[in-house]
């Protein structure tokens, strides 16, 4: 792993005040580094009238801004397709087909014909309207994809403007911007970027995507913290803890240097760890495999190590469209997904839509998170439900090595919505041979295990589906009554509550009793402060980001299943949340020094009650 720290590099003038600022950590790692202030450069237009004459001539000169364009996105997607493979262009070529979409460009046209404006007014007016509507959603997906149309709008203004590109940085910076593109990330990685904070974005963006691609610690969502940084500012990227530090002291500076070198000498054996069997201490196999929502991370799993995907949230391609798909386009995404993890299996969650995942069909609910959403909108709109499911039950026949598809139905909260569902699922396979499509009709049903009434019930549904997979962020929030996105209970929202590790071991009991697997894809799966919990309690699949999976796995190859389970039986008998944390904090302390180093646990005291036998157990 190259250098990620400048050595040079000194405390700010005594006058200078530290900054430190909490964000979301979407790419994980440790940079330190100067600052490059990137301004994106929002180019605007102005209405400018044109006479009869003028008019042909201005359609002409968009024409060819189109086609300056056109190249430009190509080159950047040869470069994606150098640096990540040929999935990861996929966006830049999304982008090229917005400017020939006739929604963007014929929209264009009429514009300037019937107004007799100029081109770039025109641009500017259609493209507004289609990105206020974006960001306007209440869904943070549909929100964050507005910043592809702002790209596409700034390009074709910037070339009606004969404007140059602006992609350029000097080399080991961190770049701090308001926000960027996805193009913006894939040039500046070829400079040799450090680390990247912005103010806005989201870990489903295609810039965070992007980041955690690439191997470029990032944190977003820092509100207006581009602002505070001065031109000679040193930053200091945090993206495990989601933490930006900006002109910090000498003692902050040394402290993170620290930081970033045992993670860079931890992370050089990243190929043989990859490589190596995915089990405990005592040869107990536990299967990593991959959280997935866009095309672009499918070349993750291998770089990674995934057994799969554990996880394919295909709610994500509608968002990103702002519209339902039809069944040729989601044909092709998962077809090129089930050949990207063969001979592993794929797990595609069904449209997940309502809560905070709006498309414009949606009614307007007071209470949207326990309102028509997940597998009631599915079964309520067979329209959305049967073009999905003959679109991966025909990319299953389409790959000879392939295994089973799996098939997860989201936010199941009674055993009728899993017979209706397998009735609506017979009747596809029905007309696919009445028809002559190849299609696979082995699929196998699982359901997410989301709802306290499904994890109580988990006997009576182990009975009716092929596999469970628990979703620990929607359990969470139910069993606690805590809305998840809701600032001002934030902070009584605990994955690691006893009453959610509660359910989670009432479910893998009534799996392992069932014979079925049972795994876990919720955000927990993807802390390796976790991780022996989660094994402790009987997970034996854990579905992750892929950035965090060699993260993971170094963790679960450092203790044994005895000393797991054992952890977990002390879990689960704790009073809160706080108390558990203590535990798995001591415990990683104890296993892994080096990790616990980098997430800040140095120097983690042993939790209360427990005694001097129990701590060299876990400490041997």
């Known amino acids: 792993m190259e250098d990620i720290i400048d050595p040079t590099l000194t405390a700010p003038p005594a006058d200078r005040p530290e900054i430190r600022v909490d964000g979301i950590g979407v790419a994980p790692g440790v940079a330190i580094g100067p600052a490059y202030l990137f301004a994106g450069g929002a180019y605007q237009a102005t209405k400018e009238s044109l006479d009869a004459a003028s008019i042909e001539d201005e359609v002409e000169r968009f024409e060819r801004a189109i086609k300056r364009s056109e190249r430009e996105l190509g080159k950047i997607a040869i470069v994606a397709q150098q640096k990540l493979g040929e999935s990861s262009a996929g966006i830049f070529h999304a982008q090229a087909l917005i400017l020939r979409d006739s929604q963007f460009y014929d929209a264009v046209v009429k514009h300037v014909h019937e107004h007799a404006t100029g ?45 140059r590109a602006h992609s350029r940085i000097d080399p080991n910076r961190i770049v701090v911007a308001e926000n960027l593109t996805a193009a913006d990330i894939l040039l500046f990685s070829r400079r040799g970027v450090l680390g990247v904070v912005l103010d806005h974005g989201g870990p489903t963006s295609h810039v965070s995507i992007m980041a955690r691609a690439l191997g470029v610690p990032a944190v977003v969502s820092l509100h207006g ?12 990227v945090d993206g495990f803890e989601g933490t930006v530090v900006v002109d910090p002291s000498a003692d902050t ?18 190929d043989v760890l990859v490589a190596a069997e995915s089990t405990t201490k005592d040869g107990v196999e536990v299967v990593l495999r991959a959280n997935v929502e866009f095309r672009e991370e499918f070349p993750l799993l291998h770089e990674f190590g995934a057994r799969g995907v554990g996880l394919f949230r295909t709610e994500m391609l509608f968002l990103t469209q702002g519209r339902a798909l039809d069944e040729a386009q989601q044909y092709l ?19 997940d839509l309502g809560g905070d995942k709006v498309l414009p069909m949606a009614h307007r609910e007071s209470n949207p998170f326990l309102g028509w959403r997940g597998i009631r909108i599915l079964l309520d709109k067979p329209d959305l439900l049967r073009p999905q499911l003959r679109a991966i039950l025909r990319a299953g026949a389409d790959v000879p090595d392939a295994p089973p598809l799996q098939i997860l139905l989201p936010m ?21 041979e009445v028809e002559g499509v190849d ?36 359990l969470t929030q139910f069993t606690l009554a805590v809305d998840r996105g809701n ?33 876990v894809c919720g955000e927990v799966a993807a802390d390796p402060r976790v991780t022996p919990l989660l094994v402790g309690l009987g997970i034996r699949t854990l579905s992750a980001s892929p950035a965090y999976l060699t993260l993971v796995k170094r963790v679960l190859r450092a203790f044994s299943l005895d000393e797991a389970e054992d952890l ?25 020094a080096d990790l616990a180093a980098i997430l800040g646990l140095e120097a983690v005291p042993a939790p209360d009650g427990l005694s001097a036998r129990v701590a060299a157990r876990v400490g041997s």
């Open 253 to 270: 500076l040394e402290a993170a240097r620290g930081k970033a070198s045992r993670f860079a000498k931890m992370t050089a054996d990243k």
């Open 119 to 163: 081109a770039g007014w025109a641009v500017q007016t259609v493209l507004d309207e289609h990105r206020r509507r974006l960001e306007a959603s209440p869904s943070a997906s549909l929100r964050e994809r507005a910043a592809d149309f702002a790209d596409v709008q700034n390009r074709v203004l910037r070339n009606l403007q004969q404007g």
């Open 487 to 519: 600032d001002l209970v934030a902070g009584l929202y605990h994955e690691l509550h006893p009453a959610v590790l509660s359910l989670i071991a009432r479910t893998v009991e009534a799996a392992q009793d069932a014979d079925i697997p049972v795994s």
């Open 568 to 592: 977990a039986r002390r879990s689960l008998r704790q009073p809160d949340a706080a108390s558990v944390k203590r535990l798995l904090n001591y415990f990683l302390a104890c296993h892994n």
């Open 333 to 351: 995404v998962y077809r090129d997904a089930v050949m990207a993890a063969a001979p592993d299996p794929v797990t595609f969650r069904l449209l």
């Open 439 to 474: 299609h696979r009709r082995d699929a196998q049903i699982g359901i997410m295990v989301e709802v306290p009434s499904v994890a109580l019930q988990a006997a009576t549904f182990a009975q009716h589906v092929d596999f469970f997979s628990i979703g620990t962020n929607d």
């Open 225 to 236: 913290l581009s602002g505070q940084v001065q031109p000679d500012s040193v930053v200091i």
């Open 412 to 432: 199941i909260s009674g055993l009728e919505e899993v017979r209706e569902f397998k009735r609506q699922l017979e009747a596809v396979c029905h007309d696919l």
